[in-house]
């Protein structure tokens, strides 16, 4: 989508290795959240931030942590990677009060 | 945590017809959110209603919203093949400090010629 892209679009990487997706906005909004989607649950949110340096935990957000050092860029990390971490990860940005606009998404297998 | 729940899960109807799909949350919500998705794919905002509107439309889109009930309904009026994808209906709620959907687990539409 306009004013985001996300980065890989897909990777596989094996059990136990670090891996970082990386979202970048164009757009200079102030939020930022990663999303995984998997069958049967819909989309279930990891983390998010509402400003540089601000992040705050989801739903789902054990095994992950996040970084914000600029506002165009939120970095996703899977510190130790486990096949139940094999998702697709969406990232959305939104100014606050409206709809979010959400990347193309990075598909991950852990093997 | 609060989820919107779809129904039906899965939807098939003819070009021309009307779909409609229904929302149900848990708790007390700043706006309800609808979401397209096609196949592998993000998701692409469709529309936004408030907690204190009750209807809104946008073009073939019209939504409900009974916050009493905490439903809600999407209706597309004279579908195209084209409208064939996956709804998630998503709840903005008033707790934290930043807007943070939740998303139900959707409804797949299949409109065929």
């Known amino acids: 989508d306009a004013g985001i892209t996300q980065s890989p679009r897909h990777k596989v990487t094996e059990t136990g290795t670090p891996v970082t997706l990386r979202c970048h906005q164009t757009?200079?909004?102030?939020?930022m959240y990663w999303y995984r989607q998997d069958p049967g649950h819909g989309l279930r949110l990891i983390h998010y931030?509402?400003?540089?340096?601000?992040?705050d935990k989801g739903e789902v957000s054990d095994g992950y942590s996040v970084s914000r050092s600029k506002t165009e860029d939120f970095l996703l990390t899977l510190e130790s990677a486990t096949s139940s971490q094999t998702s697709v990860y969406f990232c959305?940005?939104?100014?606050?009060?409206?709809?979010?606009?959400f990347g193309s998404g990075t598909r991950l297998t852990v093997v | 945590s609060q989820q919107g729940e779809e129904d039906p899960q899965a939807l098939s109807i003819q070009e021309g017809e009307n779909a409609t799909m229904n929302c149900s949350y848990k708790?007390?919500?700043?706006?309800l959110q609808w979401y397209r998705q096609n196949s592998g794919r993000g998701l692409v905002h469709l529309i936004l209603?408030?907690?204190?509107?009750r209807e809104k439309h946008s073009g073939r889109l019209r939504v409900t919203l009974d916050t009493s009930k905490k439903s809600s309904s999407l209706l597309i009026t004279a579908s195209r093949a084209a409208d064939t994808a996956s709804y998630f209906c998503?709840?903005?709620?008033?707790?934290?400090?930043?807007?943070?959907?939740?998303f139900g687990t959707g409804t797949r539409l299949q409109v065929t010629l």
């Open positions: 959305a940005i939104s100014e606050g009060s409206g709809g979010y606009t």
């Open positions: 757009e200079n909004h102030r939020y």
């Open positions: 931030s509402y400003g540089v340096k601000d992040t």
């Open positions: 708790t007390s919500i700043n706006n």
């Open positions: 209603i408030r907690s204190n509107e």
């Open positions: 998503a709840t903005d709620d008033l707790t934290g400090t930043a807007s943070k959907l939740t």
